[in-house]
């Protein structure tokens, strides 16, 4: 699973290529809508210039003609007494337009030409103007939809979207597969701080080749120091138990019976402190295969041995396929656990809502406070911090539980049970690529 952090880099990059995406497609629409505005109000002043050079002559030779053979489909013109446009605009475009047509007819620099804008009666503006002729008259011309967009405009505007949001998806698509090594580094280096053992595939760009080559060595160099210290721990066991034995016959040949028990009791005590230390130095190497298995009939098997102080809560056809023996390694230590501070322990089974099977262990003992949910997962915590301790134990079956269950990607949680005392609920691990390799 990845990281909160690795998501919210991802996350990041994403926005900000999506963010590029929309700069891009804001800035072209922008540039877009200029470039029309002025194409429109240049094309507006050549054919206003044409019109009213062509006007005037047309008046000189045939005036009633003017009308019908200057008004187009674009253009309306026609010769009266009055102007159309009593008087010039406000528009901001109007006196670039103005500057275009005497740009476009030079002839028609210093006439009186007004120019207005008007709503049309299709809801968009028209260019309405007049220009004096020479007979006092005037020339009035209304030039229709001048606000309108050109096709030309449309359909660079429809490409760049497309080509934009083209670019938008390739780019995100590109991402993905450069971030995919540096999520498969993510992932392993999570599976490694459980405990796993990932082999990184070394591939992907130099630097991610190298880091991934390195993440390999590391986890090496740790199985290889593991394995030392359970090695150095085997050897100092085996020749711990020869000095342990010697004491056990010591004390059957002392007479004095009180000191003879003493000891006795030590030596069981000490043989118990490597057991448990040996289970939980195994756990950090322990492999396992996936097997399909009933837990009501695994839990009754482990329960077996402890009598009637523990209850299994049978559920029929109860199967899972998980592995099977970090989960039996687990149960039974939160069943010694149990009964080591209550009197007796129930074992039920349930699902999360994701399907995973869960078997919890309830006692009857004093329970735990929730402030030390987390310390108890550390080896070796007791409540009891005094030298004389008022339990056995050595605080190592909880956390040999904790980290059985975070290797195979299972987990351990706790909650007050129903008779007041701890109930500690395994969620069985699931068979997943990285933790078959464990």
């Known amino acids: 699973m990845p990281s909160l952090s690795h998501s919210k880099f991802a996350a990041c990059i994403a926005a900000l290529v999506v963010g590029l995406g929309v700069v891009q497609l804001t800035a072209s629409l922008l540039f877009y809508q200029y470039i029309d505005r002025q194409t429109l109000r240049d094309d507006h002043a050549r ?10 002559r047309v008046d000189l030779l045939a005036p009633s003609r003017v009308s019908p053979v200057m008004s187009t489909r674009f253009l309306a013109a026609s010769v009266a007494k009055e102007p159309r446009a009593p008087h010039a605009g406000h528009d901001a475009d109007l ?61 660079a505007i429809i490409l760049t979207i497309v080509s934009t949001t083209g670019l938008m998806l ?18 392993a280096a999570n599976a490694i701080g459980q405990g796993q053992r990932i082999d990184i595939a070394e591939h992907g760009p130099k630097d991610l080749r190298g880091l991934a080559k390195a993440m390999n060595m590391m986890q090496g ?23 342990l034995a010697r004491q056990k016959v010591l004390a059957d040949l002392l007479d004095d019976q009180e000191l003879a028990s003493m000891l006795a009791a030590n030596v069981d005590e000490m043989e118990a402190l490597l057991a448990s230390l040996q289970q939980f130095l195994r756990a950090q190497h322990l492999a396992a295969q996936p097997e399909t298995v009933d837990l ?65 262990v309830e006692d009857d003992g004093p329970g735990l406070s929730e402030d030390h949910f987390q310390a108890v997962l550390d080896p070796f915590f007791r409540l009891d911090q005094a030298r004389a301790r008022n339990t056995k134990g050595f605080g190592l079956g909880i956390p040999t539980a904790h980290r059985l269950m975070t290797r195979f ?26 933790a078959e390799g464990a």
């Open 296 to 360: 009501t009939e695994l839990a009754e098997a482990i329960a077996g041995p402890f009598g009637s102080a523990v209850t299994v809560h049978r559920q029929p056809g109860f199967t899972t396929t998980t592995f099977v023996e970090p989960v039996a390694i687990s149960l039974a230590v939160l069943i010694e656990n149990a009964l080591q501070y209550g009197h007796r322990a129930d074992i039920r089974f349930a699902r999360t809502q994701d399907g995973r099977a869960t078997i919890s």
């Open 47 to 56: 054919r206003i210039a044409e019109l009213l050079v062509v006007g005037e």
């Open 221 to 243: 160099r740790i199985a290889a120091l593991l394995q030392e210290q359970a090695q150095s721990f085997e050897a100092i066991s085996h020749d711990l138990r020869t000095p």
């Open 95 to 155: 006196p670039a337009i103005t500057r275009e047509i005497e740009r476009w007819e030079p002839a028609l620099a210093g006439k009186a030409l007004r120019l207005d804008r008007v709503r049309g009666g299709t809801g968009e503006d028209d260019l309405v103007g007049s220009i004096r002729l020479s007979d006092g008259r005037w020339l009035n011309f209304r030039s229709s939809d001048i606000s309108s967009m050109w096709p030309v405009a449309w359909r």
């Open 409 to 434: 990607q299972g987990d351990l949680s706790f909650a007050r049970s129903s008779a007041g005392g701890l109930r500690a609920t395994i969620t069985a691990p699931l068979p997943t690529s990285t």
């Open 170 to 187: 390739l780019g995100l698509l590109l991402l993905h597969r450069l971030a995919l090594p540096l999520r498969n580094l993510a992932n």
